[in-house]
């Protein structure tokens, strides 16, 4: 079986086929982003951390499907550099870190308070990972497009110097500048 196989095998039976999420259930949105990642070429490590992007719960979306104490568990499933994107994302503290992201690098961790700055091989992907999970809802619910698409076509604009060309040619044509 696949890494990726394993992963999605592990998320059903942590139950995520049965948790609801715009277009669906969290299960579904998950593969999804990591589809997206993978069609848009990025990176293995982030295509992997996309799939699992959520099992911390995030900012936006309160549900765990793994407590941070076991994160060996999530490192063991899709390894150490996807694991610590996971944990980036499930972290971030998005009121305090999105709109200064571009030109601090750095992500304020909502649960231990602490500030991690970023360094080059891991901020296109943390931004790249953000960007897609977003443009995903945004498909699957337009409520949520037209409620905050101008925050987030601004905020995507800010972070083009720091999103793979790929993943901003994605924003330009979905949502546009």
Not at 29 to 40: K, M
Not at 86 to 102: F, N, Q
Request: negative net charge.
């Amino acid at each position: 079986m696949t890494i990726d196989g394993a992963v999605r095998t592990w998320l059903r039976q942590r139950g995520a086929e049965t948790i609801p999420h715009p277009g669906g259930t969290l299960y579904a949105h998950l593969c999804r982003v990591h589809d997206r990642l993978a069609d848009l070429e990025c990176g293995v490590d982030t295509q992997l951390a996309g799939l699992a992007h959520a099992v911390y719960g995030t900012d936006g979306f309160e549900v765990v499907l793994l407590d941070l104490t076991d994160r060996g568990m999530a490192q063991d499933l899709i390894g150490h550099e996807a694991e610590q994107l996971v944990y980036l994302y499930g972290a971030c503290d998005r009121g305090r870190t999105w709109r200064s992201l571009a030109t601090t690098g750095e992500v304020v961790d909502r649960f231990t308070g602490q500030t991690w700055s970023l360094g080059p091989g891991q901020i296109q992907p943390f931004v790249d990972l953000s960007i897609v999970n977003e443009l995903d809802v945004f498909e699957q619910d337009p409520s949520v497009a037209d409620k905050y698409g101008a925050y987030f076509r601004s905020l995507f604009a800010a972070w083009a110097p720091i999103a793979s060309p790929q993943v901003t040619g994605q924003v330009q044509r979905l949502i546009g500048h």
